[in-house]
Structure formats: C-alpha cells, structure tokens
C-alpha cells in the first residue's frame, strides 16, 4: 500500500541553523508528495507538492523539499530555521484507489522546535 | 485564512447522542475531504465527494455519514457517539477531486464526555 513514515517524533534546532524534517515513501509507480504543515490552533497549509520533473521543489515560506528516488525519501528542508517555523510537519502521499478516486494519505506528523 | 468554514468549532456532548458539523468549502472548490485528527491515530482520512458524489472512503465508521449539498457544503454526521470519538475534525477542500492541493478548515473539537 502507498504510505508515508516519519521517523522522526520530534526535531529540535537552534534559530539560523538549517532543518530537515525527514519522509520516506511508500509507493508504486510515480508518487505525488507533499508535505503540509500545522501550527496551534489551526487546520493544515499546504507547503509544496512533488508530482514529476526536478527533484528539488521549491515551497512557501523558504521551505524546499528532495526526492530522491534511490532512497525513497522526501526529505524538507530551510537553510536557516526561524522561531516562527516552530509547528507540526505532516508528509502526505495522494493514493489511487481502484474506483479511479484519490485520497491523500499523511504520516504521523514530525514536530519541529526551533529554538532562540 | 484558508476560506474554509467548519461549524462549530468546540462540540461538548455525551455518548450514545448524534451531532452534525458542517463544511462550506473554498469558492470554486467541489471537492470535500473529511479527517478525524487524534492523537493516537493521527490524521485519518475520512471520505471525500466531489460535486455532490462520494468519490474515495477512507476509515470511516458505520456510525459516521457524510454528505454534499447542491451549493456544495458539506456535512459529517456522527451518530452513537462513544469515548473513544473524541477528535479534532476536519474539512478540506480542492477545486479537481485529484487532491492536488488541499485547504484546511480549522477543524471542529469533539468531546465525548
């Protein structure tokens, strides 16, 4: 079955520091990836989205994400952390299902601290 | 603001009752996903419809029915509630059904008491 795992409960890093919040996939065929993010109080945003062409993709507020399909992994990235990107990070993964209908299927969450 | 809209956001009631919460979706938006969050399952995807047809089911329970309208709100009904139902819901929508890019309401917070 198409799915996503995060192995990660928690990262913790310092203000200036760059972050990767870690995903791995699951999936047959070409995978649709994305990863979401939750702060306090609110629903998911979206950040960014992997479906085909360049590995590294370009998200909103500075976050950037590889696939890399060796390592089945898609991985997010910032260079430089900000307290205010301190939240609940979800990867997702849209899955076919067999009556032609998708559903988008996200991991665990990783929390992410970033630290002053 | 994501513009979408879940009602209520806080629900307190006991087991054994039935509650609704309700979803208006983006403007232009026809698809509506529903999610359970909680925090030993984490998010679960519910059931999906688009223009008003159930496209995709997910882990939703016998108890638990959905519907779209005609202006395409939506609305998630819990019946028999139990304990264990007590969960942040919530609603997305997308303007295609392919789930390309979804936008989350707030969420609903059920309590079973």
């Known amino acids: 079955a198409q799915s996503v795992a995060q192995p990660e409960d928690q990262v913790n890093v310092a203000e200036g520091n760059p972050l990767t919040v870690k995903c791995t996939y699951s999936v047959s065929g070409n995978p649709y990836l994305f990863w979401y993010v939750q702060y306090p109080n609110r629903g998911l945003q979206f950040l960014l989205k992997?479906?085909?062409?360049?590995?590294l993709v370009k998200g909103s507020y500075g976050f950037e994400a590889e696939f890399n399909k060796s390592q089945t992994s898609f991985h997010l990235k910032k260079p430089s952390a900000l307290v205010s990107d301190s939240a609940l990070y979800f990867c997702?993964?849209?899955?076919?299902?067999?009556?032609?209908?998708?559903?988008?299927?996200f991991g665990a969450g990783t929390r992410l601290f970033v630290k002053a | 603001d994501s513009g979408v809209t879940q009602t209520p956001k806080h629900l307190i009631t006991a087991t054994g009752q039935r509650v609704t919460l309700r979803c208006s979706p983006r403007s232009g938006d026809l698809s509506v996903y529903w999610y359970q969050q909680s925090l030993d399952q984490g998010l679960q995807f519910l059931i999906q419809?688009?223009?008003?047809?159930?496209?995709a089911k997910g882990n939703i329970l016998e108890r638990f029915s959905a519907q779209q309208f005609p202006d395409l709100h939506s609305e998630l009904n819990l019946s028999s509630l139990e304990l264990g139902d007590s969960a942040l819901y919530f609603c997305?929508?997308?303007?295609?059904?392919?789930?390309?890019?979804?936008?989350f309401g707030s969420g609903t917070q059920l309590s079973v008491l």
């Open positions: 997702a993964v849209r899955r076919t299902i067999n009556t032609g209908g998708f559903k988008t299927i």
């Open positions: 992997y479906i085909t062409g360049d590995n």
């Open positions: 419809y688009y223009n008003g047809e159930e496209r």
């Open positions: 997305a929508s997308s303007v295609t059904h392919r789930g390309e890019k979804l936008f």
